[in-house]
C-alpha cells in the first residue's frame, strides 16, 4: 500500500485557515486520497476525498497537487471543534474497502 | 447521514471473562463492516473486515480465535474478546460500509474497554 507523510501535529488561532499537508510520492494513478479525522474520544469521521482535482465540501477543501504527490486539506477558517487529528489516506481501487490508518496531523486551536 | 452505533460504549471486566461489542448501522444497509483496534496516543489498527453471511478476513497478527467476529446481518456485526486479559484494554471501533471500491466509510463512536 502506498504511504503518507504528514507533520505529527499543527497550531492554529480560532477563525485562521489551516493548510495540513500529506505527500504520497508513490501514489498510483488511480489511488483516491481520502481524509478523515478523529475527535478525542470518538471514532473517525469522513472529511473529504478526491483522484485528481481539487475538491471542495461543506467542512473543507481538498487541493491536489498537478503531479497528485502531495495534497493539502484546507479548513478555511478554524473552529475549537476543529482540534482533532487528521488522517491522509490512499485507497487503491483493488483493495477491499479496508482504510490503513498513518499516525496523521494533530490538529490544535487555540482561541 | 449515514450512523453507525456501537454498544456499549465503555466496558470494564475481570480477566478472563469474555466481552461482545456490538455494531449497528441505523440507516443503511453494511455490506461490509470493519474492526480497528485503537491503543492510547496511538492511531487505528485494522483488526478485521467482515462481510455479512461470510467469514471473516483478519489482518496479519490477529488472532481469530481470540476477537471473533460475526456479521449475521446486514446492519449488525459483533465483536467477542475471549479470554479478555489487561493488555486487550482499548479502543475498539466499527465501520461500515454500503458498497466496494471507493465508498465512505461510517465509524461508530467506539468502544472503551477495561480488563482488570
Known amino acids: 500500500d502506498a504511504k503518507t507523510t504528514q507533520p505529527n501535529s499543527m497550531e492554529s488561532n480560532e477563525e485562521e485557515p489551516v493548510h495540513l499537508p500529506c505527500n504520497h510520492s508513490t501514489i498510483s494513478g488511480t489511488d483516491y486520497i481520502h481524509w478523515y479525522r478523529q475527535l478525542p474520544s470518538q471514532g473517525p469521521e469522513y472529511v473529504i476525498h478526491?483522484?485528481?482535482s481539487n475538491v471542495n465540501n461543506r467542512m473543507a477543501s481538498l487541493a491536489i497537487a498537478e503531479d497528485r504527490k502531495s495534497s493539502t486539506l484546507i479548513l478555511h477558517r478554524a473552529t475549537l471543534r476543529d482540534a482533532a487529528v487528521y488522517y491522509c489516506?490512499?485507497?487503491?481501487?483493488?483493495?477491499?474497502?479496508?482504510?490503513?490508518f498513518g499516525t496523521g496531523t494533530r490538529l490544535q486551536v487555540f482561541p | 447521514g449515514a450512523v453507525v452505533s456501537q454498544h456499549p460504549s465503555w466496558v470494564i471486566c475481570k480477566s478472563g471473562t469474555s466481552v461482545k461489542i456490538e455494531c449497528r448501522s441505523l440507516d443503511f444497509q453494511a455490506t461490509t463492516m470493519f474492526w480497528y483496534r485503537q491503543f492510547p496516543k496511538q492511531s487505528l489498527m485494522l483488526m478485521a473486515t467482515?462481510?455479512?453471511?461470510?467469514?471473516?478476513?483478519?489482518e496479519q497478527g490477529v488472532e481469530k480465535d481470540k476477537f471473533l467476529i460475526n456479521h449475521a446481518s446486514l446492519t449488525l456485526s459483533t465483536l467477542t474478546v475471549t479470554s479478555a486479559h489487561p493488555e486487550d484494554s482499548s479502543f475498539y471501533i466499527c465501520s461500515a460500509t454500503t458498497s466496494g471500491g471507493r465508498e465512505t466509510q461510517y465509524f461508530g463512536p467506539g468502544t472503551r474497554l477495561l480488563v482488570l
Open positions: 489516506i490512499l485507497r487503491p481501487p483493488y483493495n477491499t474497502d479496508k482504510l490503513i
Open positions: 478526491g483522484l485528481t
Open positions: 467482515s462481510n455479512e453471511g461470510s467469514k471473516a478476513t483478519y
